[in-house]
């Protein structure tokens, strides 16, 4: 296997269309911390993009920043935490999840994979903060989308296109992100013991208040840091205004049960944890999927599946998504989970072994229609299927 390493977008257009012309596809990798999610490459060479990385702009007064791609997402929260802001969608550290601890996350991957964390309830998933791009088709054509302000309507909004997409359309270069200014302060209001189906109802009262939450979780005792069933509900803002609603949501929130409430570093450490998927991280010979369900149908679904799977769980958005760990399924629970999801969620294989993630979708199978619109969108910007071939489906 042959590895490129352009220094510039022109030797990176010459290598992709070298590509192009030896129908030979190429695994895009920058920090490499997400090698492991979608299927399994087997591409002939591996395009190293990681020269493509640095703060090239930023404004914090515009909530601004414009970076290349391959600019360690440490570095880019370093300089946004001097300026007291922060990625409002809030990436994870996947790294202990997906065993690449030798690795390092980048701002064009999470955008890539439309990471977003826990604040995604009230701010938006990573496409909705993605303004603009520079970047290289499967073409072997240089091009750009978008701009430095938020309200950009000028032609089609290919930046949510390329979110999502997983390196399959076209090699980011750089890239502008909106950001936002970071909580003076954080408030956890805390319910302990709750089976599930209590804990997605305070969750849901809490989200229908006039509270602000920026965060709604449930830990069940078996995941939970003391094993005991921990509800987490995050409220940030101006000191006086989450110490305000804090005890407001303590009030109204009373039925479920005794009530804590978690001040800064102990909230945050709780809700870094959730983010990065930390309850399940540790659980290493087991198959992680991520469930995106209706928050009210979370509990009786997972309550389904505990009849036939062994698994450890958790819940986030409020119980919109269902986090798995399975334990011992033959085909990592696919067929029991899409069986039990139908057509009101989807499922996506999140961790497993490189067989397992050939053998079986690892994103929710499409429709013959969905298909054939991605196929029309992939045609126009890859038609070889040189970048990342077979990364998301099956690609021949």
């Not at 997983?166 to 089976?195: F, H, Q």
């Not at 000191?239 to 305000?244: F, H, L, M, N, T």
């Not at 949501?249 to 870094?272: K, M, S, T, V, Y």
């Not at 979708?361 to 499409?366: A, C, I, K, L, T």
């Amino acid at each position: 296997m042959s590895r490129f390493r352009p220094k510039d977008e022109r030797e990176l257009t010459e290598i992709i269309a070298a590509a192009v012309a030896q129908e030979e596809p190429l695994e895009l990798v920058a920090g490499g911390s997400k090698r492991g999610l979608g299927r399994p490459l087997q591409a002939p060479h591996v395009l190293d993009l990681g020269a493509f990385a640095g703060i090239q702009q930023y404004e914090p007064e515009e909530l601004v920043l414009t970076a290349g791609a391959a600019t360690p997402l440490a570095e880019i929260e370093a300089a946004l935490d001097r300026a007291g802001q922060m990625l409002a969608f809030e990436p994870g550290d996947w790294r202990a999840l997906l065993g690449a601890s030798g690795s390092n996350p980048t701002l064009g991957g999470v955008l890539a994979c439309n990471l977003a964390g826990p604040r995604r309830i009230r701010q938006g998933a990573a496409r909705d903060h993605f303004l603009g791009f520079h970047a290289v088709s499967g073409r072997g054509e240089v091009f750009k989308a978008g701009g430095r302000v938020v309200k950009n309507v000028t032609g089609y909004d290919l930046s949510k296109l390329m979110a999502g997409s997983y390196g399959t359309l076209a090699a980011l270069t750089e890239v502008t992100v909106k950001v936002l200014p970071r909580p003076e302060a954080t408030r956890c209001v805390a319910l302990r013991g709750l089976a599930d189906d209590s804990a997605v109802r305070a969750m849901t009262e809490a989200l229908n208040s006039s509270h602000e939450v920026g965060g709604a979780a449930h830990l069940p005792a078996p995941v939970a840091p003391e094993s005991e069933a921990l509800t987490l509900i995050r409220l940030e803002g101006p000191i006086p205004s989450v110490e305000a609603r804090a005890a407001a949501l303590r009030r109204e929130l009373g039925q479920f049960g005794p009530i804590e409430i978690l001040a800064d570093e102990p909230a945050l450490a709780l809700w870094r944890a959730v983010r990065d998927v930390s309850p399940l991280a540790g659980l290493a010979e087991r198959v992680v999927w991520r469930l995106s369900v209706a928050p009210s149908a979370a509990p009786d679904l997972a309550a389904r599946l505990a009849s036939g799977l062994d698994f450890r769980h958790f819940f986030d958005w409020g119980g919109g998504l269902l986090w798995l760990a399975v334990k011992g399924a033959e085909d990592g629970g696919a067929a029991a989970i899409r069986g039990a999801l139908g057509t009101w969620g989807h499922a996506t294989l999140i961790r497993a072994p490189d067989a397992l993630r050939a053998a079986v979708p690892v994103f929710q199978p499409q429709s013959p229609a969905l298909a054939a619109l991605s196929a029309r969108v992939k045609d126009g910007f890859d038609p070889k299927r040189i970048l990342n071939r077979g990364r998301m489906y099956h690609e021949l």
